[in-house]
């Protein structure tokens, strides 16, 4: 069965320094892959996929993660955090023709000013 | 336009009342979904509809009834829920492949739902 693991359940970083959440997967055959956000009480926002294209994928708000196989990794990366940024960071997996994500238990992301 | 609609934002309701919470998307997406989720946790999967028929239950409790009116609605109706039932319900949404293959899914805002 497919699994994911969200290294770091907390993750604080400065603002403008480097923010890396860190995924990996297991799977017999590259899934698709995508992150997630959650802000406060809201629902959750695509922030990048990947789906056996490009293996560096560039999303929304200036993330991008790069699937690497020889790893089973898919971390997300951003070069300059803002206070905007905080939030939980949902890491999921799909097998092909499969209709379910699976989840890791999240990052949550924390920015000191 | 990817959005995802759900009403009511909150809900609060007693162990015998019956309530249901809905979900619109205009997307033209054919596999909709209700998930669960509690405080600090990923979300977990309920039901999905693909083509208006339900596909999965993922042994969810009886006093929660899934419904899909049409291509663009899905419906969770609620009947003698328990405490433990409060949880944040998230609807998404998403395109169908090839043989059934799943895209991204779309999230709306979710119901928080309080059972006293």
């Known amino acids: 069965a497919q699994s994911v693991t969200q290294l770091g359940s907390h993750v604080s970083v400065s603002e403008g320094a480097l923010v890396l959440l860190r995924c990996n997967y297991s799977?017999?055959?590259?899934?698709?892959l995508f992150w997630y956000v959650q802000y406060p009480n809201q629902g959750l926002q695509l922030l990048l996929k990947?789906?056996?294209?490009?293996?560096l994928v560039k999303g929304i708000n200036g993330f991008e993660a790069e699937f690497k196989k020889s790893e089973t990794s898919f971390h997300l990366t951003k070069p300059s955090a803002h206070m905007r940024d905080a939030a939980e960071y949902f890491c999921?997996?799909?097998?092909?023709?499969?209709?379910?994500?699976?989840f890791g238990q999240g990052t949550r992301l924390t920015i000191n000013p | 336009d990817t959005e995802v609609t759900q009403t009511p934002k909150h809900l609060v309701m007693g162990m015998t009342n019956k309530k249901s919470l809905k979900c619109e998307q205009h997307?033209?997406?054919?596999?909709m979904y209700w998930y669960k989720q509690k405080a600090k946790k990923p979300p977990e999967l309920m039901f999905v509809?693909?083509?208006?028929?339900?596909?999965i239950n993922e042994s969810v409790p009886s006093r929660f009834s899934p419904e899909c009116p049409n291509s663009s609605l899905l419906n969770l109706h609620l009947h003698a829920l328990q405490p433990e039932d409060s949880a944040l319900y998230l609807c998404?949404?998403?395109?169908?492949?090839?043989?059934?293959?799943?895209?991204?899914?779309?999230f709306g805002p979710g119901t928080r739902l309080t059972v006293t």
């Open positions: 998404a949404s998403s395109p169908l492949g090839r043989q059934g293959a799943g895209y991204e899914q779309y």
């Open positions: 799977s017999s055959v590259p899934p698709y």
């Open positions: 990947y789906t056996s294209a490009a293996t």
């Open positions: 999921a997996v799909s097998d092909v023709g499969a209709q379910k994500l699976v």
């Open positions: 997307m033209g997406h054919r596999a």
């Open positions: 509809y693909s083509y208006e028929k339900l596909s």
